[in-house]
């Protein structure tokens, strides 16, 4: 691993990390820096990576304009049984950006050349500032101004996260001049934006068999909602075999759930259209608005480089776990899928699933097929005693760290299939939520 465009290591953190992190925000591209690898690549480690985690992420915050906050990822891992932080930095949407220190000026703005930092020409800067985007959905004012977060405050208090009476400010829900904005509007508890999930009978969209349409409320809520719905009609195909069972359903379940994320966040909200979701008997088509932002190349895009259009929600979305880190998207999805799987034209962004058998014949098949429980589910409820447990503790249970897949590929179908409950039914989302076996999940234990 060498230095490069897009890399950069440092043995440890500098005065010359903001310079490194501006670079980067202003590339097309984004990068990744290394702290705690020498410039030959070998790791040295760096001691207390929690702490320092933290210091960066603050220094970040406090010292580079405009906000970069949903802009960059901080991650602990291990190379050579030496702890190293990777600072994940994608492209910005509001170029320049500059150390607030030294302002916009060749001091302060920086641009990424080979595997260098170097300063912004005075002439770059300012064509920059003249074409920086002034209507990003953080700028624009909320068409209302009274504003209630109630389903906001659940899913952030769902996950032990609290939010404290700055929350809006914290989380970037207001203008400069202090107004409520658009993303302040996406993730109140009611605004106008209707989201619809469409199942059609064929191949196109002559006969329509079924709409439903969630909205009307908190994009968080939305986003939770579509995704429980297709996780639903994502159904599982069983074929026995003589010598094997194999199961197998509609969707790739990881790359189902990205794609799902991908339109949420990457939609241009400014046009106030929503993304769509249709299903038809041979494929699950997810349609957002707002093509491939001005200088990311498609290559780029498949690499998993990318420019954040929305970085508010970005950041709200990492922060409730419903993203896992920058960049990591689209590398899942052309992991299960080809690249042909997603059109751009001029003003959308479609993605195209397709199923591996038809939707009809899945339906028609037999109903046992919503009773038949996965090898995943199987695993839970065998490797669970008579008591109630936390999420976390489930998840210590399987072994499974990646929240997203613990719920879509064990708690969500076990809640399903009635093999466990919920110790506080009426608050789904509640942070003392438990879950225990029923008495069905007891007999299917012994099964």
Same mark, same amino acid.
């Not at 820096?33 to 790791?43: A, E, L, M, R, T």
């Not at 939770?224 to 075999?241: A, F, G, M, S, W």
């Not at 199923?355 to 038949?372: A, G, K, L």
């Not at 399987?398 to 110790?423: C, W």
């Given at each position: 691993?060498?230095?490069?465009?897009?890399?950069? #290591?440092?043995?440890?953190?500098?005065?010359?990390?903001?310079?490194?992190?501006?670079?980067?925000?202003?590339?097309?591209?984004?990068?990744?820096?290394?702290?705690?690898?020498?410039?030959?690549?070998?790791?040295?480690?760096?001691?207390?990576?929690?702490?320092? &985690?933290?210091?960066?992420?603050?220094?970040?915050?406090?010292?580079?304009?405009?906000?970069?906050?949903?802009?960059?990822?901080?991650?602990?891992?291990?190379?050579?049984?030496?702890?190293?932080?990777?600072?994940?930095?994608?492209?910005?949407?509001?170029?320049?950006?500059?150390?607030?220190?030294?302002?916009?000026?060749?001091?302060?703005?920086?641009?990424?050349?080979?595997?260098?930092?170097?300063?912004?020409?005075?002439?770059?800067?300012?064509?920059?500032?003249?074409?920086?985007?002034?209507?990003?959905?953080?700028?624009?004012?909320?068409?209302?101004?009274?504003?209630?977060?109630?389903?906001?405050?659940?899913?952030?208090?769902?996950?032990?996260?609290?939010?404290?009476? &700055?929350?809006?400010?914290?989380?970037?829900?207001?203008?400069?001049?202090?107004?409520?904005?658009?993303?302040?509007?996406?993730?109140?508890?009611?605004?106008?934006?209707?989201?619809?999930?469409?199942?059609?009978?064929?191949?196109?969209?002559?006969?329509?068999?079924?709409?439903?349409?969630?909205?009307?409320?908190?994009?968080?809520?939305?986003?939770?909602?579509?995704?429980?719905?297709?996780?639903?009609?994502?159904?599982?195909?069983?074929?026995?075999?003589?010598?094997?069972?194999?199961? &197998?359903?509609?969707?790739?379940?990881?790359?189902?759930?990205?794609?799902?994320?991908?339109?949420?966040?990457?939609?241009?909200?400014?046009?106030?259209?929503?993304?769509? #979701?249709?299903? #038809?008997?041979?494929?699950?088509?997810?349609?957002?608005?707002?093509?491939?932002?001005?200088?990311?190349?498609?290559?780029?895009? #498949?690499?998993?480089?990318?420019?954040?259009?929305?970085?508010?929600?970005?950041?709200?979305?990492?922060?409730?776990?419903?993203?896992?880190?920058?960049?990591?998207?689209?590398?899942?999805?052309? &992991?299960?899928?080809?690249?042909?799987?997603?059109?751009?034209?001029?003003?959308?962004?479609?993605?195209?699933?397709?199923?591996?058998?038809?939707?009809?014949?899945?339906?028609?098949?037999?109903?046992?097929?919503?009773?038949?429980?996965?090898?995943?589910?199987?695993?839970?409820?065998?490797?669970?005693?008579?008591?109630?447990?936390?999420?976390?503790?489930?998840?210590?249970?399987?072994?499974?760290?990646?929240?997203?897949?613990?719920?879509?590929?064990?708690?969500?179908?076990?809640?399903?299939?009635?093999?466990?409950?919920?110790?506080?039914?009426?608050?789904?989302?509640?942070?003392?939520?438990?879950?225990?076996?029923?008495?069905?999940?007891?007999?299917?234990?012994?099964?």
């Amino acid at each position: 691993m060498t230095e490069n465009k897009h890399t950069e #290591f440092k043995q440890k953190v500098t005065p010359e990390l903001e310079k490194e992190v501006v670079a980067f925000l202003n590339s097309n591209e984004g990068g990744v820096i290394y702290i705690g690898i020498d410039k030959n690549g070998i790791p040295v480690g760096v001691n207390n990576a929690d702490q320092e &985690q933290l210091l960066i992420k603050d220094r970040l915050k406090t010292n580079i304009l405009p906000s970069c906050l949903g802009l960059f990822d901080l991650i602990i891992e291990k190379k050579d049984n030496k702890e190293i932080i990777k600072i994940i930095v994608a492209g910005g949407y509001e170029k320049p950006y500059y150390i607030k220190k030294y302002g916009l000026s060749e001091k302060g703005a920086f641009i990424r050349i080979g595997s260098s930092a170097e300063p912004m020409p005075t002439r770059q800067i300012e064509q920059l500032f003249s074409k920086r985007i002034r209507n990003s959905i953080g700028n624009m004012k909320s068409p209302k101004q009274t504003l209630q977060f109630q389903q906001l405050h659940i899913y952030y208090q769902s996950i032990g996260k609290a939010l404290n009476e &700055q929350f809006a400010r914290n989380l970037e829900l207001v203008t400069e001049e202090g107004d409520y904005n658009y993303v302040a509007y996406l993730m109140n508890d009611i605004n106008n934006i209707s989201v619809k999930v469409a199942r059609y009978q064929g191949l196109n969209r002559v006969e329509l068999e079924e709409s439903n349409e969630y909205g009307y409320e908190s994009l968080i809520k939305a986003t939770h909602q579509v995704l429980d719905k297709l996780n639903l009609e994502n159904r599982t195909l069983t074929k026995i075999t003589p010598k094997q069972r194999k199961e &197998q359903r509609l969707w790739n379940a990881i790359a189902l759930r990205e794609a799902v994320i991908n339109a949420f966040v990457h939609n241009d909200y400014t046009k106030e259209v929503a993304p769509k #979701f249709e299903i #038809f008997d041979d494929r699950l088509e997810i349609t957002s608005y707002g093509s491939l932002p001005e200088g990311l190349s498609k290559d780029e895009f #498949f690499e998993g480089y990318s420019i954040i259009r929305n970085k508010e929600l970005m950041r709200i979305f990492k922060d409730l776990d419903l993203v896992e880190q920058l960049g990591s998207g689209i590398p899942r999805i052309i &992991q299960a899928y080809a690249q042909d799987c997603f059109h751009f034209s001029e003003n959308f962004l479609r993605v195209t699933l397709p199923s591996t058998e038809s939707v009809t014949r899945i339906e028609q098949d037999t109903e046992q097929d919503t009773e038949q429980v996965t090898e995943q589910v199987r695993f839970l409820i065998s490797s669970m005693a008579d008591k109630k447990y936390s999420s976390a503790e489930l998840m210590e249970l399987v072994g499974i760290k990646h929240r997203p897949t613990f719920l879509y590929n064990y708690l969500q179908p076990a809640l399903k299939s009635g093999l466990i409950a919920l110790s506080i039914p009426d608050k789904p989302t509640s942070r003392n939520q438990k879950y225990y076996l029923t008495e069905k999940g007891k007999q299917n234990q012994k099964a």
